[in-house]
């Protein structure tokens, strides 16, 4: 195995290979890289944050006891999506009746030089975390995998359980309803 050159960060089939093998700093690498899309997705689909840094807590852990059991290095991201994502279906449905989507503002485009442009802003978001709340669990987990995390159809596929054609439908009627709440923003 060729070394990298010192600084230059390891990628990831490297780092799973190697915390596979019990290196804990090559897994703390993967945590540090990983860490924040995994709680951006979980608070975005449970809109809590204590939730959210249980889940997030819940799937890393869970990822180093099981490493071994993963065949392909290179699938460890995938399967940090779907395990957080089912983590997140099974908090959702547990809890009814379902809270609030909290899209967080900061991630946001920049709304503080025209007071006017900020309320319409905060406007949007409150009725698009109004609206991604009527969704299903699943409509909303494919959603934000697709949109926000900009993951593909069989991607979402394979972290939900499903076909890539009823990720397709699920998206497409999360669309068509969102596009139906969202009309007077337009």
């Known amino acids: 195995m060729a070394s990298a050159?010192?600084?230059?960060?390891l990628d990831d089939v490297t780092l799973v290979s190697r915390a596979r093998e019990g290196d804990v700093r090559a897994y703390e690498q993967l945590v540090l890289r990983y860490q924040g899309p995994m709680f951006r997705l979980a608070q975005k689909m449970l809109a809590n944050r204590g939730d959210a840094e249980d889940v997030v807590q819940e799937v890393f852990l869970n990822a180093w006891r099981k490493l071994a059991q993963l065949t392909e290095d290179a699938a460890f991201v995938g399967w940090l999506y779907r395990t957080t994502t089912n983590r997140c279906l099974n908090v959702i449905r547990a809890r009814r009746p379902q809270a609030d989507v909290d899209l967080d503002l900061a991630e946001s485009p920049r709304t503080d030089t025209r007071p006017e442009h900020a309320a319409q802003?905060?406007?949007q978001l409150a009725a698009l975390n109004a609206a991604l709340g009527e969704l299903t669990p699943e409509?909303?987990?494919?959603w934000?995998?697709?949109?926000v995390h900009g993951r593909s159809y069989d991607e979402i596929g394979e972290i939900v359980g499903t076909s890539g054609t009823a990720v397709r439908g699920r998206i497409a009627r999360?669309?068509?309803q969102l596009a139906e709440?969202?009309?007077p923003w337009r």
């Open 121 to 123: 802003v905060s406007g």
């Open 139 to 142: 409509q909303r987990a494919c």
């Open 5 to 9: 050159e010192p600084g230059t960060p």
């Open 144 to 147: 934000l995998l697709r949109e």
């Open 181 to 183: 709440v969202m009309k």
């Open 174 to 176: 999360a669309r068509a």
